[in-house]
């Protein structure tokens, strides 16, 4: 469980890095015109390479390229020589994005969970507050508290644990 001053990121993006990063990634994107989208479908349907076939893949195109004769026109090593480097470029140019995605996410998921129990934080000082009958603190109480709204005390109490423990961000 995270707690309120347990501040592991403390930063923003400058806006004009964060326009530059945007741009960088249609940059990349402009770069690769190759790139298409799937159907739900077609990503469930479609064969894929995986370790084991990714060797069958690379003999058979070692056949075919070494003994074009034996096949149809329609197989062509220099057609099957291109998707297969693109697949590898394609394949070391996703990891290198997967790892950073995750930097990102894990980053994201931090910053979310800081925010939220900070929040909860506040809402529970608001309480006291309002307890306490510090003027302007019952609204910010009942402000904050719409996000608990027909939970009930008990349930309140509980969703305020289980939230702030295990899903940040929402």
Known sequence: ???????RVNAVIDEGNLITIKSLFQQIAALMPMLVGLTAD???????INVSNKAFTEDA?????????????FLN?????????????????????????????????????????????????SEAAALAGMPGADEAR???????????????????NEDATSNPVK
């Open 1 to 7: 469980m995270a707690l309120v001053n347990s501040n």
């Open 42 to 48: 077609e990503r469930q349907r479609l064969p894929k």
């Open 61 to 73: 195109f070692r056949i075919l390229r070494n003994n074009a004769s034996f096949f149809p026109g």
């Open 77 to 125: 090593p220099t057609f099957m020589s291109y998707d297969l480097t693109l697949f590898q470029q394609l394949d070391e140019l996703a990891t290198i994005s997967r790892q950073l995605t995750e930097r990102i996410t894990d980053t994201m998921t931090l910053a979310g969970n800081e925010a939220y129990v900070s929040a909860l934080s506040v809402y529970r000082l």
């Open 142 to 160: 009942r402000q904050l508290s719409m996000r608990f709204s027909g939970q009930g005390s008990s349930a309140e109490d509980n969703s305020i």
